[in-house]
């Protein structure tokens, strides 16, 4: 059964840093491209970060310069370290893995609240 467990979520006062993991099981870590997803109240769940099996890296202009997203193979886990927040990066955080040649091996978590407010 695959799994990804979400974590680090919390509330946070604006110029503050969080870090969220994804802790993936079930499946074979270093073969998925693993990204980072919001999705705010009222609005569409937009892609945030990405790194691939070879550890490239993309952001939406939004974050760059304030967040980095990186992986652990050896825990089967990626990370989203979230400095300088803004009220703005409030929203539902979710982690997402899409096997490198598959295309149809995708998987989600469920998600973990980031509330960024004084």
């Known amino acids: 059964q695959v799994q990804l467990v979400e974590s680090g979520g919390g509330l946070v006062q604006p110029g503050g840093s969080l870090r969220l993991s994804c802790a993936a099981s079930?499946?074979?870590?270093?073969?998925?491209?693993m990204r980072w997803h919001r999705q705010a109240p009222g609005k569409q769940r937009e892609l945030v970060a990405a790194i691939t099996t070879g550890g490239n890296t993309n952001y939406v202009d939004s974050v760059k310069g304030r967040f980095t997203i990186s992986r652990d193979n050896a825990k089967n886990t990626v990370y989203l370290q979230m400095n300088s927040l803004k009220p703005e990066d409030t929203a539902v955080y979710y982690c997402n893995a899409e096997h490198r040649y598959i295309a149809t091996l995708k998987y989600w978590g469920q998600g973990t609240q980031v509330t960024v407010s004084s």
């Open positions: 079930g499946i074979i870590f270093s073969l998925y491209n």
